[in-house]
Structure formats: structure tokens, C-alpha cells
């Protein structure tokens, strides 16, 4: 248990707890949904590997479910997106690597790298969130449209976050 | 069986992404197929506790509009009165004395959803059971979906599953309101046959034959009308009388003629 575990597992509550209790309600024109929790799955350290992260978002994804009456959909999502990261880690890590530890956050790792690394990540998991709650491809341009409005809306959120209230001498 | 052992090792990786996500899909189909919910929903009650500290923060900021709604509520219940001390007809059996109310503060509530629940601040120790109407804002808001101890998960009237009986005052006696998902403002009003003639503002009221809502409950108003020319009935947008977004106080109907209703019915099937 080092210190950066311990940071770890209080901001996994933090997040837990944001997202229920004020992101959550934070819907703008009832389209873009605010989902910040992602932020946290996505700078876990990068050499993370592939069994473990899928089964820290099945907890974070449990514990937004328990808050949001969604019954296992922020789970699912979550299990997903937590199997493509590291094949898009992967693919996005030059030939020497990173040194142990790093956590792919914007400041660190650069924006242009976190945004081609957070965006297609945060659409896979909005499309099974939004599908899935759908139950259905009918109405799909307005499906589309939110997932499309919640992946942009909760990039910004995420990268604000990032550089707000995390402080830039953590790895 | 090396070879066996050898495959599952390489493809670990997808064969626990294939668990954990069966895993998932049973919770979602148990709650949406059985109306069974395991352990994680909002009627646990240490869920519940959290987010009733959040509702009474947020509430506070809302509070202009709670005592527009109470005021509202309050003038129409007045009124309603009024027409009962005037005209006291003992002959007229009156659906609304078979109902007892319970008083509860809306902990956790989402519009924006398709499939919509609310989490109410009520539960079995204040007497509610699952399958009870549950009213807020001057119209109808949902019926009971899971009772815990303290708290209850409501179906919202803006959940595609939810189905109300209604009726169109002095006009139609039996049609249904249903929610397409999409505006939190409106509803879909189904089963009017074409044979009517509608107008826009006609109020639409419950009919109170699935025992669950009292009878004559404002729903809402018709805000559009249409008709295909081969369609046998219309299909009608209803305008909400309550705002879901700014209802905080609401109370359950609890209908002391259920148990005897629900006993009969068994005694057919």
C-alpha cells in the first residue's frame, strides 16, 4: 500500500460519489449526460493489466449502478471499455514504452495523445450505455445524437477535472 | 488437454470479458424481465441515506417552485372539497374514500432516461407495499416498483413499461397513457377509437380501474390530435399537468380494497 494506492482507492469514492450525487443531474438540453466517472478508469497506470482493470470497472460501474437504479448497464459499459484500453495503450505507446507507473493523464502525457487514448474509449462505453438502456434501434438519429453530445461533453468534463483538481506533481 | 489449458491462458483476456459481461446482462434482464432487483438499487438502505442527504440539499434551492406546486395542489383540493360539502350525495359510491395516503419526499429522480425510476423516502415500515399509485405535483408520477425497508423504487410515469388507465372528461371512458420516451412533458394517449370527436384541451383524467390510482386525477390536457386516414384509432399527445422535474413532496395512494380486489382475480386464474 503506497501512497499512490491509497490516493487511488479515495478518489475511486470520490468519483463514486460526484457522479451520483451531482453529475448525475447535470444533463445539458437533456441530451449531453455528464459521465466523469470514465475519468477514472482511464488514468489508472498504464501497465495495468487487462483481468484486473476489467474487474475494477465492473466495481466502479456496480457502485454508480447501486446510485443511478441502472441495474448492471454502467457495469457492463465499463467492463468493456476497460477490455479496449489496453489494446489502444498498445497501439498508442511509442517503441521505448513509458516508464513504470505513468498514468496517462493530459498534463503528463500530453493532450494531443489523452484525446486520441480518451475519446474512442469513452464511445464504446456511451454506446453501450445508451443502446442498451434503449433496448432497441429504433429512434437511432436521437440515440446517436446523445451518445455523440456525451462523449463530447464528458471529454471536457474529464480533461477539466484533470487539470483542476488533481495536482500536477502526482504521476 | 495441454493445448486446452494453453488456449484458455491465451485468450483469458476475452473469455473474462465474456463472464463479466454475462454477469451484467443477468442483472439488467433480472430487473427489467422479472421486476426482481438484486442488491444494487437505490431501495438498499445505506444507497437510499446518501442520496436523501443530497435531495435535501438540492431541495432547498428548489423551494420557490415546491410551494408553487403545494399552493396549486392545495387550491385544487379546496375546490374539490367545496363541490363535496355542497352537493353531499349518499347514493353516489365514491372511489375516493377507498384510499389512504402516505406522505413522502422524492430522494432520487431521473426524466432524462427512457426507462425512468424514482426513489421515494418510504417503505415497508410505513406501510407500502409493491403496485400502489403513487401521486405528486397535482397529476399522477408512478406506482411502486421495489419496497425496501426505508426507502421504494418507483416506476416513473416516463418509463416505457409504465401503463396508466384513463379516461377523456365526459368523453371516453377506457384508454391508456404511455410514455414513447422521449419528451418529459408528454405522453401518448392509445386505444381512442376514431368514432369520437376530440378536441385540443380536452383534460384527460384516471379511471380508476386498475384500482391503483383514485378516480378523476387530473393526467394532463391533449396538446395534439391526430388521425391516419386507415388508422382505427387517433394517436394523441397529452401535455402533464406536474413538471417531473421540480416535484420534491408527494404522497402513496394506498387502496385498502386491493388485498380483496387481488384475491378475487386469483380465485379466477
Given at each position: ?27 445539458l438540453f ?27 470497472g465492473?466495481?466502479?460501474g ?36 513509458y ?59 474529464i480533461?477539466?477535472i ?6 500536477r506533481?502526482?504521476? | ?6 488456449f ?104 432524462d ?14 406501510g ?31 418509463h ?19 410514455w ?8 401518448d ?81
Amino acid at each position: 500500500m503506497n501512497r499512490y494506492t491509497i490516493f487511488k482507492i479515495i478518489s475511486f469514492f470520490i468519483y463514486v460519489l460526484a457522479q451520483a450525487l451531482i453529475f448525475n443531474k447535470v444533463v445539458l438540453f437533456g441530451t449531453a449526460y455528464s459521465f466523469i466517472y470514465i475519468g477514472f478508469l482511464l488514468t489508472l497506470p498504464l501497465e495495468l493489466a487487462v483481468i484486473p482493470g476489467m474487474l475494477i470497472g465492473l466495481i466502479l460501474g456496480l457502485g454508480i449502478d447501486s446510485f443511478s437504479n441502472t441495474f448492471g448497464l454502467h457495469a457492463s459499459a465499463s467492463v468493456l471499455l476497460m477490455y479496449f484500453r489496453p489494446i489502444l495503450i498498445s497501439w498508442l505507446t511509442p517503441q521505448g514504452g513509458y516508464p513504470a507507473g505513468t498514468s496517462p493523464r493530459p498534463s503528463k502525457i500530453g493532450f494531443g495523445w489523452f484525446t486520441t487514448f480518451a475519446i474512442p474509449l469513452i464511445f464504446s462505453h456511451q454506446m453501450v450505455i445508451f443502446f442498451v438502456e434503449y433496448g432497441s434501434f429504433d429512434l437511432f438519429g436521437i440515440t446517436l445524437l446523445k451518445v455523440i453530445a456525451s462523449t463530447i461533453y464528458s471529454f471536457v468534463l474529464i480533461v477539466v477535472i484533470q487539470y483542476i483538481f488533481i495536482s500536477r506533481t502526482r504521476r | 488437454m495441454k493445448s486446452l489449458f494453453l488456449f484458455l491462458f491465451k485468450f483469458r483476456a476475452f473469455i473474462s470479458l465474456i463472464l463479466l459481461q454475462s454477469l451484467c446482462a443477468f442483472l439488467i434482464i433480472q430487473n427489467s424481465l422479472y421486476h426482481r432487483a438484486l442488491f444494487f438499487n437505490s431501495s438498499n438502505t445505506a444507497i437510499g441515506f446518501i442520496s436523501s442527504i443530497s435531495a435535501n440539499i438540492t431541495n432547498y434551492f428548489k423551494l420557490i417552485e415546491i410551494n408553487e406546486s403545494l399552493a396549486i395542489d392545495n387550491a385544487r383540493l379546496k375546490n374539490s372539497l367545496n363541490n363535496f360539502v355542497n352537493t353531499p350525495d349518499s347514493l353516489k359510491y365514491d372511489s375516493a374514500r377507498r384510499f389512504y395516503y402516505v406522505k413522502a419526499t422524492i430522494v432520487n429522480n431521473s426524466v432524462d432516461f427512457r426507462n425512468n425510476l424514482i426513489t421515494i423516502d418510504v417503505g415497508s415500515e410505513n406501510g407500502v407495499r409493491k403496485d400502489m399509485g403513487v401521486l405528486g405535483g397535482g397529476g399522477i408520477l408512478g406506482k411502486t416498483r421495489y419496497v425496501g425497508k426505508h426507502y421504494t423504487i418507483v416506476t416513473s410515469i416516463l418509463h416505457t413499461e409504465s401503463m396508466v388507465p384513463a379516461q377523456i372528461k365526459g368523453k371516453v371512458n377506457i384508454c391508456t397513457v404511455q410514455w414513447n420516451g422521449t419528451n418529459p412533458f408528454e405522453v401518448d394517449l392509445l386505444y381512442v377509437p376514431r368514432h369520437y370527436k376530440l378536441e385540443i384541451g380536452d383534460s384527460i383524467l384516471t379511471s380508476g380501474y386498475s384500482g391503483i390510482f383514485p378516480e378523476n386525477l387530473p393526467i394532463g390536457t391533449i396538446s395534439s390530435i391526430e388521425l391516419a386516414n386507415d388508422a382505427p384509432f387517433y394517436s394523441i399527445k397529452v401535455k402533464l399537468v406536474n413538471d417531473l422535474y421540480k416535484i420534491a413532496f408527494i404522497e402513496v395512494a394506498k387502496n385498502i380494497e386491493l388485498p380483496e380486489i387481488d384475491t378475487l382475480i386469483n380465485q379466477i386464474q
